[in-house]
């Protein structure tokens, strides 16, 4: 007999079933948890990064008497510190962006799950529900694009920020980072931009203008749509009231307070070419990254008031200008000068136009990118050469017509600009009078290719043309390089190279740049000396007669072929300035436009703006010259200064 046992199956509901069930089902749930934040988390950024973490801020370029000339930057962000921010735009701030901001720890959790359930039931995602910290990471981590894994991913590193740092710490960044639209990244650009005041000095109702448009910020400009900020703004200061943050008499205040915007008209770009100057030089010195977003200090050598009396000038002298063009029938659409203005001893650049509208660059800067011929203005350096070596500037030489011949083996008749010749003359009366041949004569005595090196010593830039021409000013050269080198006349000898740029410091007050001076001794101090006693010549009697009623000036005018340059360039004891006139496309400037008439009324207005000082100035006069006696003056109005040479060597 065969006997089957049957055994009994256990129940279902036993607890070692219920047992394994629930930990293969939280074993899922732990995998796929685990599984999804691993995904997550895999290409999140690191937040520790945030401790060596600089936002891009602005750098600013001021003048030499702190006027603010421009701002540069990538977003303008200008960050500060908490303790600087009002109390009362944090307050609505937070009344409308994060309430429980300092209660939840990085995530609102209830507000989450809503915006879920509206997404899901609309299909599509609709609500955000993002505390200050989830908005602190998406700027500065991910992208705006609105995705529920970009939304996981948000609430994840707002968990780690909150772990890492301080309350106050968020908040800091978050004002420093948000963007208010308009071109304000930040508070305090922010209060700079509608308001054109700096946080300090924001009104309630402003603060709550301001703290109302992160949620919108292209919407609710008030640069953009006034009215709508404006009821954003009422809406703010309604949940201030709300909430207890104001008293009702604040309230009512604040809601009847009118927007005063920030007068943005007129906000033009100060001294253009001189700020398009320091910023190339910014950009060799630093590179382009660290100068758009380090913040940075730059102190310059540009002095506002005479910044603004050579803009002055320059206007007043082309318009006056271009009425002589039209009324014989010449074109002014291509009509540009330039100036610019020297420290003698430093070499500091005080003033810089580089074309006409100094408000709308061009940027092509005419007084240090454009190279264009001096014509007479190049002659001091022949004459200053001919002193230096061993010519004095009582030595006569001939005025008269003369041949030479050039490297074709045909004949060059150079003539003087008058067509008149006086025989023999002294070196100084024909400087004075900017006479052609005997500054060709000299040129051929010393040879072209000294004067020609002479002139690089001086700060001219290579590559002149080493011929005879070179005494008439046919070479190509800056305005920027020529005036430099009559500021070596007065100073000395001493060439300086100009510069624009005194100090940068970064956003903690740290000094990153000096300036450091390039100078050389160009010529003796005699020969500089002598050089400028000729030069003042030039303004008591010669081409650069109206310059005379400025005082003790030097100074030399320069025209060229078919009157396309006119030139002015000269000094006082302080400073060196030069103004260069003529058309872009080298058409002449018309019949009589010479230097001393198209250039020099415009030298002497902004000269005329140079603060004298109280004592009487003087040029150095070294030991190793002399005062020979009173020149001779050909006409009775002619030149009565003293004559210096050099002394003799016993």
Not at 414 to 430: C, D, K, M, V, W
Not at 584 to 589: A, C, F, N, S
Request: a positive charge.
């Amino acid at each position: 007999m065969q006997i089957h046992c049957k055994m009994k199956p256990k129940a279902k509901s036993s607890p070692v079933y219920r047992f394994l069930l629930a930990a293969v089902v939280l074993g899922a749930i732990f995998g796929g948890t685990a599984g999804a934040y691993l995904a997550l988390t895999q290409d999140l950024p690191q937040i520790k990064s945030l401790e060596d973490y600089q936002p891009s801020a602005i750098t600013r370029i001021y003048s030499s008497d702190q006027q603010l000339l421009a701002e540069i930057f990538i977003e303008k962000r200008d960050p500060v510190p908490l303790k600087k921010v009002p109390p009362m735009l944090v307050k609505a701030l937070l009344a409308t962006e994060d309430r429980k901001f300092y209660r939840h720890r990085g995530i609102a959790l209830k507000g989450i799950l809503r915006a879920v359930a509206a997404n899901l039931k609309t299909g599509r995602f609709t609500q955000g529900a993002s505390t200050i910290t989830q908005q602190l990471a998406k700027t500065l981590f991910l992208t705006p694009r609105k995705t529920l894994t970009r939304k996981l991913k948000e609430a994840i590193l707002a968990l780690q920020l909150e772990r890492r740092y301080t309350k106050d710490e968020i908040l800091a960044l978050y004002l420093n980072q948000v963007y208010f639209g308009s071109g304000a990244w930040g508070v305090a650009s922010a209060a700079r931009i509608f308001f054109g005041k700096p946080l300090e000095k924001l009104t309630l109702a402003e603060c709550a203008l301001i703290a109302g448009m992160p949620r919108a910020p292209s919407a609710y400009s008030p640069l953009v749509n006034p009215e709508l900020a404006i009821r954003r703004r009422n809406l703010v200061l309604k949940q201030m009231y709300d909430l207890h943050l104001i008293d009702a008499d604040l309230y009512r205040q604040a809601v009847a307070e009118p927007v005063q915007l920030a007068d943005n008209r007129n906000q033009d770009l100060k001294a253009p070419y001189f700020v398009d100057f320091v910023k190339q030089e910014l950009e060799r010195q630093l590179g382009h990254s660290r100068l758009y977003k380090a913040g940075l200090t730059v102190e310059t050598t540009l002095d506002w008031h005479l910044q603004q009396a050579a803009e002055s000038a320059v206007a007043a002298g082309l318009k006056n200008l271009a009425a002589r063009m039209q009324r014989k029938g010449l074109a002014t659409g291509k009509l540009q000068a330039a100036l610019v203005a020297l420290d003698v001893r430093s070499g500091a650049i005080l003033a810089m136009v580089g074309g006409r509208d100094d408000g709308q660059t061009t940027g092509y800067n005419r007084a240090c990118e454009a190279r264009r011929q001096p014509g007479s203005a190049f002659k001091p350096i022949v004459y200053a050469l001919a002193i230096e070596k061993g010519f004095s500037q009582t030595d006569n030489i001939l005025d008269a017509p003369v041949a030479f011949k050039n490297a074709s083996g045909t004949d060059w008749l150079p003539q003087n600009f008058s067509r008149n010749y006086e025989g023999e003359i002294t070196l100084r009366h024909a400087l004075a009078h900017s006479k052609n041949i005997p500054a060709v004569r000299l040129v051929e005595k010393l040879g072209p290719a000294a004067v020609a090196q002479f002139a690089y010593k001086l700060g001219l830039s290579p590559g002149l043309r080493e011929d005879l021409t070179l005494a008439l000013g046919t070479s190509e050269v800056s305005l920027l390089n020529l005036t430099a080198a009559y500021a070596t006349f007065a100073n000395s000898g001493l060439y300086t190279r100009p510069y624009g740029i005194v100090r940068i410091t970064g956003r903690h007050g740290r000094t990153v740049w000096t300036n450091k001076y390039e100078r050389h001794l160009a010529m003796s101090p005699e020969a500089a000396a002598i050089t400028t006693n000729m030069l003042q010549a030039v303004v008591s009697e010669g081409t650069g007669k109206a310059a005379g009623r400025l005082g003790m000036v030097a100074g030399k005018t320069g025209t060229t072929n078919d009157y396309r340059d006119a030139l002015f360039i000269g000094y006082n004891p302080r400073i060196a300035a030069g103004v260069w006139v003529g058309n872009d496309d080298h058409r002449t400037l018309g019949a009589g436009e010479t230097g001393a008439r198209a250039a020099l009324p415009i030298w002497i207005k902004f000269m005329e703006a140079v603060p004298r000082p109280d004592n009487p100035e003087y040029f150095d006069l070294p030991d190793g010259v002399k005062v020979l006696g009173r020149n001779k003056p050909r006409h009775p109005d002619g030149d009565t200064l003293p004559v210096l040479v050099r002394k003799s060597k016993k």
